[in-house]
Nanobody, 126 residues
Framework: VQLVESGGGLVQPGGSLRLSCAASGFTLDYYAIGWFRQAPGKEREGVSCISRSDGSSAYADSVKGRFTISRDNAKNTVYLQMNSLKPDDTAVYYC????????????????????WGKGTLVTVSS
């Protein structure tokens, strides 16, 4: 079982990036998928989560309207499209799989996640 994130890099404020989370050893469409991020000196926080049942998605308030999570079951990959990036979005981004996206919000999503990738660094700077 392996999750591999990719697509991170250096981008200017206002720019866009698309992160990918590719799975091997299991089928992603049986799981909820979360994207998380951790900035230096800060706790890991939930960014977005997509459920396994109906494909519904949820977002942290800080990224709502700018980020979009999606899944391509044929490619066994989940994406995070990030637009209008800000310096505060600078962090290592992780994907994770689990049983569900907690209805109680981003802080609780990680409690339901079982497998984590190693992360990809996103730096937003001019």
């Amino acid at each position: 079982v392996q999750l591999v994130e990719s697509g991170g890099g250096l981008v200017q404020p206002g720019g866009s990036l698309r992160l990918s989370c590719a799975a091997s050893g299991f089928t992603l469409d049986y799981y909820a998928i979360g994207w998380f991020r951790q900035a230096p000196g800060k706790e890991r926080e939930g960014v977005s989560c997509i459920s396994r049942s109906d494909g519904s998605s949820a977002y942290a308030d800080s990224v709502k309207g700018r980020f979009t999570i999606s899944r391509d079951n044929a490619k066994n990959t989940v994406y995070l499209q990030m637009n209008s990036l800000k310096p505060d979005d600078t962090a290592v981004y992780y994907c994770a799989t689990g049983s569900h996206c907690s209805v109680y919000g981003p802080y609780f999503w990680r409690n339901a996640m079982d497998y984590w990738g190693k992360g990809t660094l996103v730096t937003v700077s001019s």
